[in-house]
């Protein structure tokens, strides 16, 4: 137990620390501080002003005054431009907020971070709204941009929340602003995969020319040469705009780099589609064995496998494109087709009708490759 003096010399001490934290301050600033212990808001805000007067070269004042003042307020952009004051004051100097000592530089970042975080979480949790109560989910868009938008106030240099709302502006079928924002995350990360992959999308989706999109997928795949979904979107490019080769070029990679069994079987499928177009039915009939063997179930492939065996057929038949005229090897390869649209046919019977229609066509061929 502390007796009577022991207990006045610590009131002593402590007023004298008191004083103490206050005695390099004006006496505008130490009005000001005194007014935050006391939670005086509005006389905070009429002393930080006459502060800042009286000692321009303190940078401690405008982290107080954008967080005490503004960020209470929401005012996010009058917050944004007094940190920013504090930094061209002097962005080394340790100042001490709210009984923290850190330079300016980390005092800033830190509180940048914690009220961009508090509203980039809230526009979150308002998309996550949409969940439970779908009929409303273009308000719950609408109140999500509004936290988002104020997100962006505070960290105008994040990616990640321009990137956001030009999704969010995308589902409110807003394709200007969702234009608009991903262009916006790409000028602030021009060397973010995310960034340049996500701008792929949204301006795909937006109705963008593949001359538009292109650049974007292919700095994607610059940054993350491994990336199997970037190549995928890349070699759709290529293909929609005619560069079949350069399509066949990075489907190759997007297999070599995937490892999902049943993606992998899309992308076989997908190479197989091209070499069909082109033509190149052996490597056709090898693209969609592969998807096959890793998808049974993807009567597409099988169908695919069809058409290459078909192809091939033709071109012994014809002896077309460099192939010799060879009547045994075409009647073989038309009944691999046969063989082929029979497990389709077992596959879809949705469309039996049509894969008959099929059959008695490419019998009708195997037939005239036999009697010669």
Request: net charge negative; aromatic share 12%.
């Amino acid at each position: 137990m502390m007796n009577q003096f022991q207990k006045n010399v610590k009131s002593f001490f402590i007023t004298l620390l008191g004083f103490s934290i206050f005695a390099c301050s004006s006496q505008e600033y130490t009005t000001a501080k005194l007014a935050i212990q006391q939670s005086d808001w509005s006389k905070v805000e009429e002393w930080l002003p006459k502060a800042m007067e009286v000692e321009p070269d303190n940078p401690e004042i405008p982290i107080v005054y954008a967080i005490e003042v503004y960020a209470r307020n929401e005012n996010w952009k009058s917050m944004y431009d007094m940190l920013q004051k504090a930094l061209t004051i002097d962005a080394n100097k340790k100042v001490e907020i709210r009984a923290v000592f850190l330079p300016v530089s980390e005092q800033v970042n830190n509180y940048t971070q914690y009220y961009w975080a508090e509203q980039f979480n809230k526009g979150v949790e308002k998309f996550k709204e949409i969940q439970s109560d779908p009929d409303n989910k273009k308000k719950y868009l609408n109140d999500a941009i509004e936290f988002f938008i104020n997100a962006s106030i505070i960290n105008p240099n994040d990616p990640q929340t321009y990137t956001t709302l030009s999704k969010c502006y995308l589902d409110i079928d807003d394709k200007d602003n969702a234009m608009k924002y991903i262009k916006t995350a790409v000028e602030k990360d021009p060397e973010g995969f995310n960034s340049n992959f996500s701008a792929g999308q949204i301006l795909l989706r937006c109705g963008m020319s593949s001359e538009v999109v292109m650049p974007y997928y292919e700095k994607a795949v610059q940054i993350e040469p491994s990336n199997s979904n970037a190549l995928r979107e890349l070699a759709s490019m290529y293909y929609d705009s005619g560069q079949k080769g350069k399509s066949i070029s990075v489907f190759n990679d997007a297999i070599e780099n995937e490892n999902d069994k049943i993606i992998k079987a899309d992308l076989f499928f997908n190479l197989g589609v091209i070499h069909n177009q082109m033509q190149n039915y052996e490597e056709a009939e090898k693209a969609f064995d592969e998807a096959y063997y890793l998808n049974e179930d993807d009567y597409e492939a099988a169908l695919g496998m069809a058409s290459a065996y078909e192809g091939l057929g033709d071109k012994y038949f014809n002896g077309s494109d460099g192939f010799t005229k060879d009547f045994d090897l075409a009647a073989r390869w038309y009944r691999k087709a046969e063989k082929k649209i029979k497990d389709v046919k077992s596959m879809d019977l949705d469309n039996e009708a049509e894969y008959q229609r099929q059959l008695e066509l490419i019998r009708y061929k195997r037939d005239i490759a036999e009697q010669n």
